[in-house]
C-alpha cells in the first residue's frame, strides 16, 4: 500500500514538473555597477568605491487562457528582494498585476524631464522627499494597465501601508492609497517626437477619525519633445500634505539631453522646489545637474554631478554629489 501511494505520488509530481515546464519559460539576466561617488565637503565620503549586482529573474506562459509572467530581481549578493511582480495580460482587457518595487501608477512619472544618466536628484539628501510623486508607492500593490487610441492608463491601489509583506504576513499599519498615471504621445495629433503625461493621487493618513481634508494629494504633468539629436521637457508637480501645519510642495522642473551620436550623450537639467510652509516663509529648494554617458555593447560609462541649494527646504544648506558609474549586462 504504501509503495502504491509512492509510486503514485512520484507519477503525480512528474506530470506536474512537465506542466510546469511547458507552461513556463524562465529567462535570467544579470548586471553590475561599480561606483565612484564624491559627496559634499561637510560628509564624510569614507571610501568612495561602490558596487552593486543584480540578477534578474522572468518566467512567462499561458496559464487557462491567459498570459501569466512574473520578474523578480535580487540585488547585491542576494541580500534580499529588491523587486518582484506578477501580471496577468487579459488581452483587450488590460493588465492585472501585484506590484512588489518594480513600479506602478503615479511613481511611474514622478520625473520625466530627459538626461543622458542617473535623474538631478539622485545622491542628493533631498531625493527621498524632493517633489516626487506618487502616493499609492511600487510596493505591495495592485497594478492595472490598458491603452486605449494609444494612451496609456497606469493605475495603482493600496490597502494599507506599503511593505513587502510575505506570504500570510500584513502590512500591520493603516494608509489607503491610490494614483493613476496617463501618458500618450503626440503621433496621432501630427505632432511628431511629443510624449506627454499627467497623474493624480490621494493618499489617507491610516488613522481613525480621518478625513478628507487630512488626505495627501498629489498631482503632476509633463510634456516632452524630440527633434533631431535634442529632448527638451519641463514637468510640473504639486504635493498637498493636506494635514494642517505640514508644509506642501509645488515643484518646477526642465532638462534638456543632446545624442552627440549613437553612444554618446550628454545633458542639462533644473528643479525649483517651493516649499509651502505653513508657519514660517516659504524656502525654494533650488537644484540642478550635469550627465553624460558612453555605451559601448554591454558596457556603458555614466557620470552625474547635482547639487541644491536650500537643501530640503533649509535656507543655506547646500548639497553636492559627484558619481562616475561603469555598468555591465550579461
Same mark, same amino acid.
Given at each position: !500500500?504504501?509503495?502504491?501511494?509512492?509510486?503514485? +505520488?512520484?507519477?503525480?509530481?512528474?506530470?506536474?514538473?512537465?506542466? @510546469?515546464?511547458?507552461a513556463?519559460?524562465?529567462t535570467?539576466?544579470?548586471?553590475?555597477?561599480?561606483?565612484?561617488?564624491?559627496k559634499d565637503?561637510?560628509?564624510?565620503?569614507?571610501?568612495?568605491?561602490?558596487?552593486?549586482?543584480? +540578477?534578474g529573474?522572468?518566467?512567462?506562459?499561458?496559464?487557462?487562457?491567459?498570459?501569466? @509572467?512574473?520578474?523578480?530581481?535580487?540585488?547585491?549578493?542576494?541580500?534580499?528582494?529588491? =523587486?518582484?511582480?506578477? @501580471?496577468?495580460d !487579459?488581452?483587450?482587457?488590460?493588465t492585472?498585476?501585484?506590484d512588489?518595487?518594480s513600479?506602478?501608477?503615479l511613481?511611474?512619472?514622478?520625473?520625466?524631464?530627459?538626461?543622458?544618466?542617473?535623474?538631478?536628484w539622485?545622491?542628493?539628501?533631498?531625493? &527621498?522627499?524632493?517633489?516626487?510623486v506618487?502616493t499609492?508607492?511600487?510596493?505591495?500593490?495592485?497594478?492595472?494597465?490598458?491603452?486605449?487610441?494609444?494612451?496609456?492608463l497606469n493605475?495603482?491601489?493600496?490597502?494599507?501601508?506599503g511593505?513587502?509583506?510575505?506570504?500570510?504576513?500584513?502590512?500591520?499599519?493603516?494608509?489607503?492609497?491610490?494614483?493613476?498615471?496617463?501618458?500618450?504621445?503626440g503621433?496621432?495629433?501630427?505632432?511628431?517626437g511629443?510624449?506627454?503625461?499627467?497623474?493624480?493621487g490621494?493618499?489617507d493618513? &491610516?488613522q481613525?477619525?480621518?478625513?478628507?481634508d487630512?488626505?495627501?494629494?498629489? !498631482?503632476?504633468?509633463?510634456?516632452?519633445?524630440?527633434? =533631431?539629436?535634442?529632448?527638451?521637457?519641463?514637468?510640473? =508637480?504639486?504635493?498637498?500634505?493636506?494635514k494642517?501645519?505640514?508644509?506642501?510642495?509645488?515643484?518646477?522642473?526642465?532638462?534638456?539631453a543632446?545624442?552627440?551620436?549613437?553612444? +554618446?550623450?550628454?545633458?542639462y537639467g533644473?528643479?525649483?522646489?517651493?516649499?509651502?510652509?505653513?508657519?514660517?516663509?516659504h524656502?525654494?529648494?533650488e &537644484? =540642478?545637474?550635469?550627465?553624460v554617458?558612453?555605451?559601448?555593447?554591454?558596457?556603458?560609462?555614466?557620470?552625474? !554631478?547635482?547639487?541644491?541649494k536650500?537643501?530640503?527646504?533649509?535656507k543655506?544648506?547646500?548639497?553636492?554629489?559627484?558619481?562616475?558609474?561603469v555598468?555591465?549586462?550579461f
Amino acid at each position: !500500500m504504501n509503495n502504491f501511494k509512492k509510486v503514485g +505520488l512520484t507519477a503525480l509530481a512528474g506530470s506536474l514538473a512537465a506542466i @510546469s515546464a511547458h507552461a513556463a519559460e524562465m529567462t535570467v539576466s544579470g548586471a553590475s555597477v561599480l561606483t565612484y561617488t564624491d559627496k559634499d565637503a561637510d560628509e564624510v565620503t569614507g571610501n568612495p568605491f561602490g558596487m552593486k549586482t543584480n +540578477l534578474g529573474f522572468t518566467a512567462s506562459g499561458e496559464v487557462n487562457g491567459y498570459n501569466v @509572467s512574473y520578474m523578480q530581481t535580487s540585488a547585491d549578493q542576494f541580500a534580499g528582494m529588491s =523587486s518582484a511582480r506578477l @501580471s496577468v495580460d !487579459m488581452g483587450d482587457m488590460g493588465t492585472l498585476a501585484f506590484d512588489q518595487g518594480s513600479g506602478s501608477g503615479l511613481a511611474t512619472i514622478d520625473d520625466k524631464t530627459p538626461t543622458a544618466a542617473e535623474e538631478i536628484w539622485d545622491g542628493l539628501d533631498s531625493k &527621498g522627499h524632493g517633489g516626487l510623486v506618487g502616493t499609492a508607492g511600487n510596493t505591495g500593490v495592485f497594478n492595472y494597465i490598458q491603452t486605449y487610441n494609444g494612451v496609456k492608463l497606469n493605475a495603482a491601489v493600496r490597502k494599507g501601508s506599503g511593505t513587502a509583506s510575505s506570504d500570510g504576513g500584513v502590512s500591520g499599519a493603516g494608509g489607503n492609497a491610490y494614483d493613476v498615471a496617463v501618458t500618450g504621445t503626440g503621433d496621432d495629433y501630427g505632432v511628431a517626437g511629443l510624449a506627454w503625461g499627467a497623474g493624480f493621487g490621494l493618499a489617507d493618513k &491610516g488613522q481613525a477619525k480621518d478625513t478628507w481634508d487630512n488626505d495627501t494629494e498629489h !498631482m503632476t504633468v509633463f510634456a516632452n519633445y524630440s527633434i =533631431s539629436n535634442f529632448t527638451i521637457g519641463a514637468q510640473v =508637480s504639486n504635493i498637498d500634505n493636506g494635514k494642517k501645519g505640514s508644509t506642501d510642495q509645488y515643484t518646477e522642473a526642465w532638462g534638456i539631453a543632446f545624442n552627440v551620436n549613437d553612444d +554618446l550623450s550628454i545633458s542639462y537639467g533644473q528643479r525649483d522646489i517651493e516649499n509651502q510652509k505653513a508657519s514660517s516663509t516659504h524656502v525654494t529648494e533650488e &537644484g =540642478s545637474g550635469v550627465a553624460v554617458a558612453y555605451t559601448m555593447g554591454s558596457m556603458k560609462i555614466a557620470g552625474n !554631478m547635482n547639487q541644491a541649494k536650500n537643501n530640503q527646504g533649509t535656507k543655506g544648506s547646500t548639497d553636492k554629489m559627484t558619481e562616475i558609474a561603469v555598468s555591465f549586462a550579461f
